[in-house]
């Protein structure tokens, strides 16, 4: 196969790995759905481009639609905008496309499986994939469980044991939507899976710039003394979006919330990640013990708890960059008198050592005025207080930010002296930008998690004891709010940071929310 790729160039050059993926065949259940088609196809492509791909592997995609793979290799190649196609894309894709190959099924149908497993078997003949299977289920969360049983039914998947060939199944969030419907699922795929062919995604653990947070931590011997409630103040987390709820998102969202939708994954794992303790080494089980240590350190609440300690609110009509935008009770698919949250702030502390009474705010929310995830470490003020200090506004004094998105990089606020006779102290940056330092942006999340996947590395992905202990927290809100006492959301204007009720969570402890 040729592979006409520029290695010159940090934007095409392979994804550095210790080895590389063995041939395969990658099944994708929902293969024309919107996730397929904006994230799924064009990764394996860049994969693909960037020589990352093992050169004997196919991607099978089933579908309900009556397709030939000529049809659907015409689908995927208008579904990549001109900046992912590349100079050489005449060059590479028919290549790639060459790859893509249709079989037309339903998740529920026996015959559509033996089709299926006909087509994986010729495929390891002509494509030469070794008998080697990745099922990505890129479907709604109520088919999770009828076509893990088909796999099983058709004999699609291997003995955990068996180290060669293998099978792996990734699953797309949201696995649940509380405590007992994950465990119910968890139950579903036991009976045909062991736990090492589970790869649960969670595509924020496919940041560079959040996996760099451990890279942070504990490659650098300057943060870990002060990484403690001896030394943070506090620490905040924000997922903020401009979006609303575009095309029929209204319809899932109004089901789920931002508490589901956000916090119990991305925002958990990202709690984790600031609050772990250093794992013995970086395999798959150290790191995923000691991030299920943070979870189950989480606080137990009652309703009381959850009325104190966090807020939910909805947006009204408003304006975000000039164009006005109705509020959430008015956009398509949400009931008219829904009370799912599509804003949450909650303030917690962790039981353990390290963090004891160090409050860690959470906050996520739609039509903010601007699309931006942040880690914020405040650090305390010095003991005493030796300098003058100028300020245009409230002091931020020593504070360690993490930018996930978008801008990818860190910054450190620290006091420098301002020139001249008088002692007097002025807030300075250094600041630290991916895009930058490294002369290249760093690579889809889905990439970097496909890639994983291929070599069997489950380290960014999500362990069972992960899931039901984050479900165990959220599922403790998520009852105080059906509580008939519960108080209803609060609201606040689109294109606004939130309801002052948020505003109050943190002033109880001298803090305030950053202005993004």
Not at 282 to 309: G, I, M, N, T
């Amino acid at each position: 196969m040729a592979e006409p790729r520029d290695d010159a160039n940090p934007l095409r050059q392979a994804l550095p790995r210790a080895q590389a993926p063995q041939p395969c065949a990658i099944v994708l259940f929902g293969a024309t759905g919107d996730l397929a088609h904006r994230k799924l196809v064009p990764a394996l492509y860049h994969l693909y481009h960037r020589g990352n791909l093992p050169s004997e592997c196919a991607v099978v995609c089933f579908g309900r639609r009556d397709w030939t793979d000529e049809d659907l290799r015409r689908e995927y190649e208008k579904s990549l905008s001109e900046e992912e196609k590349g100079d050489d894309f005449k060059q590479v894709w028919p290549q790639f496309a060459s790859r893509l190959v249709f079989v037309s099924g339903t998740f529920d149908d026996e015959d559509s499986f033996q089709r299926l497993k006909a087509k994986l078997e010729e495929l390891d003949g002509s494509h030469g994939t070794r008998g080697n299977r990745i099922y990505y289920l890129a479907v709604a969360p109520e088919f999770f469980s009828p076509i893990i049983d088909q796999l099983g039914r058709a004999n699609l998947v291997y003995e955990s044991h068996q180290e060669s060939p293998w099978s792996r199944v990734v699953i797309e969030k949201p696995f649940g939507h509380d405590l007992e419907s994950a465990r119910a699922l968890s139950r579903d795929a036991s009976r045909v899976l062991d736990e090492s062919q589970i790869y649960r995604i969670d595509h924020y653990l496919g940041k560079e710039t959040v996996q760099n947070i451990l890279a942070l931590r504990f490659g650098n011997a300057i943060f870990e003394p002060i990484w403690n409630r001896r030394h943070v103040a506090s620490v905040q987390i924000t997922v903020a979006e401009e979006v609303g709820m575009p095309g029929n998102r209204g319809t899932y969202y109004d089901s789920a919330g931002a508490i589901r939708d956000m916090v119990e994954n991305h925002m958990l794992q990202l709690l984790c990640l600031v609050a772990m303790e250093a794992p013995v080494d970086l395999s798959a089980d150290a790191v995923r013990s000691e991030k299920v240590k943070v979870l189950q350190a989480l606080p137990h609440w009652d309703p009381k708890d959850v009325y104190e300690h966090v807020v939910r609110a909805q947006y009204t009509a408003g304006s975000i960059d000039g164009k006005e935008v109705p509020g959430y009770l008015q956009e398509k698919g949400v009931a008219p008198d829904s009370r799912t949250a599509p804003y949450v702030a909650m303030r917690l502390t962790l039981n353990n050592w390290r963090w004891a009474d160090v409050p860690f705010f959470l906050r996520t929310g739609k039509r903010l005025p601007k699309r931006a995830t942040e880690i914020a470490i405040q650090f305390k003020k010095p003991p005493t207080q030796l300098f003058d200090v100028e300020h245009d506004g409230p002091a931020i004094g020593n504070q360690l930010v993490l930018r996930i998105q978008p801008n990818e990089g860190a910054s450190l606020t620290f006091e420098a002296k301002i020139p001249g006779s008088r002692r007097r102290l002025q807030e300075v940056r250094m600041d630290f930008r991916y895009g930058t330092a490294f002369a290249a942006p760093p690579p889809e999340a889905y990439e970097r998690l496909l890639l994983d996947v291929m070599l069997g590395d489950p380290t960014l992905f999500t362990r069972t004891d992960e899931v039901e202990n984050a479900w165990r927290f959220v599922t403790s809100i998520l009852d105080a709010w059906q509580q008939p006492d519960a108080p209803a959301p609060v609201t606040y204007p689109a294109g606004s940071w939130g309801p002052p009720e948020a505003d109050e969570l943190v002033r109880r402890d001298g803090a305030r929310w950053r202005r993004l």
